[in-house]
């Protein structure tokens, strides 16, 4: 039994929870993005979504019979709801796994398509926090004396009270919807927070392709799933330049 209980614990810390905030609006991107994240992954990681409506849960089920809801407040077109859930949903995890089996937590939005693991990258992190970046002079909290904004699209917290308070601090800062989640994150930042390198996440690939690919596009999301899915579909047949143009 100790042999069991020894293998346990080394099967346990490799787990790492993987968590992202749907609702019905973003159900095509779920549908576009879970086949991608199914493939670079493994029973040991743990998708947990934050439902903000039935719709939302509804899909989850469909697509991915083992990943964990949660249901949340908010609704299909509540913008500020759905940016809040995911630092609550976040901290919650933070909380529940610093008491637990404390596993990483890893935030990724719908949008930010795993093309190849980066799990192993990520728990090499030591920062309590760390946020991939982006370096787009326009994007949201961007700073020009550090040269990007944290993007709060794909991020990692620990299983830590350094994280937790961060989080938390961050869910009081992006309260009442003053400002978007990632101006609020850009605006307490601080040199304890890590960047994660953008061999990992990147939003503007030049040639090579990330781990992650976190694209953005102002078209609806019909628009966004019919042209992601084509770039997606390219990179997959092994095409050396999917991201050109």
């Known amino acids: 039994s100790l042999l069991w209980f020894a293998a ?6 490799t787990h790492t929870i993987v968590a992202t905030v749907l609702n019905a609006k973003y159900v095509p991107l779920f549908e ?6 199914a493939a670079a992954t493994d029973a040991r990681v743990e998708l947990v979504v934050a439902c903000l409506d039935d719709e939302a849960v509804a899909a989850v089920r469909r697509v991915d019979g083992n990943a964990r809801t949660i249901s949340t407040t908010g609704g299909a077109h509540d ?20 008491a637990g089996a404390r596993r990483p937590v890893v935030y990724s939005d719908v949008d930010a398509f795993w093309l190849k693991s980066p799990i192993s990258r990520l728990r090499r992190i ?5 946020f991939s970046r982006d370096g787009v002079a326009t994007a949201a909290g961007f700073d020009g004396k550090r040269g990007f904004a944290l993007c709060a699209g794909f991020f990692v917290a620990r299983p830590t009270d350094e994280a937790a308070a961060w989080l938390d601090a961050w869910r009081h800062k992006g309260r009442g919807g003053r400002s978007s989640d ?19 996440v990147d939003r503007c690939p030049r040639a090579a392709a990330p781990l992650v690919w976190h694209p953005y596009s102002p078209a609806r999301i019909p ?10 579909a390219k990179i997959a047949s092994g095409d050396g330049a999917a991201f050109a143009g």
């Open 8 to 13: 346990a614990a080394a099967d346990n810390a």
């Open 32 to 37: 576009l993005w879970h086949p991608r994240f």
């Open 79 to 98: 913008v500020a709801a759905a940016r809040l859930a995911k630092v609550l949903t976040v901290l919650r995890l933070v909380r529940e796994e610093a």
């Open 126 to 130: 030591e920062a309590p926090l760390a």
């Open 182 to 200: 990632q101006v609020a994150a850009n605006e307490i930042y601080d040199e304890g927070v890590g960047v994660i390198d953008d061999a990992v």
């Open 223 to 232: 628009g966004k799933v019919a042209f992601w899915g084509r770039v997606l």
